[in-house]
């Protein structure tokens, strides 16, 4: 029969229970409480005429240290025996990611390739370009891009390239290349791209609201103070 030790006494019949000896086994615990050298748990046995056999039961308060033996040379002496402050993880607060501390870039599409312009602004939006990156949490900045209609493709996308839609009812699909969309409705085009590239679900829906796509030069952000998008890739630019 298993004792299971907690703050509360626990007490045992006492005819079944003959004592004899500090070497002797217990019954019911099946080892001799006076037989452990060190022991995490206090156990007490205490004999009562009238109430029989009572078993206590008090834990010791750890003493150890909660940095690494192999680390404590970093510490100092008080340090080694406080919080585990080695092995902490930093996760970003809601007062981290705030959207009107976040800051806003602008891109010119003029002659840049829609697949590396679109990673170079999904990056920003999620935030991988800082220390501070986290997958799960809305990290990145605003990216607004001007000039949609300008933006490229390489090799014969401008022709081969489609775009579907479907409104829903049979028969409602709809199909038009890359040169007839943008024709239409730029700005759909570089949203198309950016989107793929953000993640599915929530998260990703909230992302998206950072892009701001307009045709033209103008757009209405200035009050933003926007700074120019920083780019490293080299081959995004169009070569004529």
């Known amino acids: 029969m298993a004792v299971l030790c907690s703050s509360s006494s626990v007490i045992l019949p006492s005819s079944s229970v003959k004592p004899s000896g500090s070497e002797r086994k217990s019954p019911f615990l099946g080892f001799s409480p ?10 007490g046995i205490y004999a009562n005429s009238k109430r029989g056999l009572q078993v206590k039961c008090e834990a010791e308060q750890a003493t150890t240290s909660l940095v690494p033996a192999n680390q404590r040379w970093m510490f100092d002496e008080e340090e080694a025996n406080g919080p585990d402050i080695w092995n902490t993880t930093w ?5 981290d990611h705030v959207n009107t501390d976040k800051p806003w870039f602008v891109v010119d599409a003029t002659d840049k390739i829609l697949g590396r312009l679109a990673s170079t602004i999904a990056n920003h939006i999620r935030g991988k370009n800082l220390a501070s990156y986290t997958p799960s949490v809305d990290m990145g900045a605003f990216v607004i891009v001007v000039n949609a209609e300008k933006v490229a493709v390489s090799g014969k996308k401008r022709n081969q390239k489609l775009y579907r839609r479907h409104s829903g009812r049979p028969g409602g699909m709809t199909v038009e290349t890359f040169d007839q969309l943008q024709q239409r409705i730029p700005e759909r085009i570089v ?24 045709k033209g030069p103008d757009h ?10 920083p780019i490293r890739d080299k081959r995004i630019q169009l070569q004529k």
Not at 35 to 43: G, H, L, M, N, Y
Not at 220 to 229: C, G, R, T, V, Y
């Open 34 to 43: 006076t037989a452990i050298s060190k022991p995490s748990v206090r156990v």
């Open 91 to 95: 996760y970003p607060k809601a007062s």
């Open 191 to 214: 949203e198309h791209a950016v989107r793929g590239m953000l993640p599915k679900g929530r998260l990703g829906r909230a992302l998206f609201n950072h892009l701001k796509v307009y």
């Open 220 to 229: 209405p952000h200035e009050a933003q103070k926007p700074l120019d998008l």
